[in-house]
């Protein structure tokens, strides 16, 4: 469950993506009218990273999704994705990296996609009694059979504009500008989305695993 606080942020998230989303190879739009259409969360086992993603528009009708972390302290691993800092009202000084360059992130999708979950379930914290608040944003993963998997078989590309992330388990395809049209590669387990306005399931990720490494590590 990820817990929300009802307090100010500055400057907004939407502020901070304003000024790094230019330089993206995947952007683009009109920066200064970012507007957020949807958002939805992953739970962090160990409790110390925030994960979001945000869908967001930019003065048009495409939609793209900016999977963000936060932290408390600048992260240990790949410095190089801070978007920047915000302030928090309640938490203090926040890192805000870019999450698919941040190793909590890409752990959230790929178990979220290995095992048929969804997002996590939001709590809001009024300092009083806290409150449940409905996800707007539905996301699910399609789960993989392992014992369906070609480990012999070569990753392929997922149609659509994406960003590539290998690690030692697989590849995973973060589609960035969403739409119908995008497609998974054969052999791949997806996670799909819905947000307000948008009620046909769309591609957000493709998680291709390498079943070799995977039976390696169960066994």
């Known amino acids: 469950m990820a817990i929300l606080?009802?307090?100010?942020?500055?400057?907004?998230?939407?502020?901070?993506?304003?000024?790094?989303?230019?330089?993206?190879?995947?952007?683009s739009g009109d920066a200064t009218a970012l507007q957020q259409v949807g958002s939805f969360r992953f739970d962090d086992p160990d409790g110390e990273v925030g994960i979001e993603t945000l869908l967001v528009t930019a003065?048009?009708?495409d939609v793209f999704q900016v999977p963000l972390t936060y932290r408390g302290g600048p992260p240990a691993v790949s410095p190089g994705s801070v978007i920047g800092?915000?302030?928090?009202?309640?938490?203090?000084?926040r890192w805000v990296s870019e999450g698919s360059h941040d190793p909590a992130y890409?752990?959230?999708?790929?178990?979220?996609?290995l095992f048929g979950r969804g997002e996590a379930a939001r709590l809001l914290d009024t300092g009083g009694e806290?409150?449940?608040?409905?996800?707007?944003?539905r996301v699910r993963g399609s789960g993989i059979d392992v014992d369906e998997l070609d480990a012999s078989a070569e990753p392929t590309r997922a149609a659509g504009v994406t960003?590539?992330?290998?690690?030692?388990?697989?590849?995973?395809?973060?589609?960035r500008r969403l739409g119908l049209d995008a497609a998974a590669p054969e052999r791949s387990g997806i996670l799909v989305g819905t947000w307000p306005g948008q009620a046909d399931p769309v591609l957000l990720a493709a998680v291709q695993l390498n079943a070799a490494a995977l039976r390696q590590s169960e066994s």
């Open 59 to 61: 003065g048009g009708d």
């Open 106 to 113: 890409i752990r959230a999708v790929v178990e979220t996609v």
């Open 163 to 175: 960003t590539r992330v290998e690690t030692g388990i697989g590849v995973i395809e973060i589609v």
């Open 85 to 93: 800092t915000l302030e928090h009202g309640v938490l203090g000084q």
């Open 5 to 27: 606080h009802e307090t100010t942020l500055s400057p907004t998230k939407l502020e901070l993506l304003s000024r790094w989303l230019p330089g993206q190879p995947w952007f």
């Open 130 to 137: 806290p409150v449940v608040l409905e996800n707007d944003t």
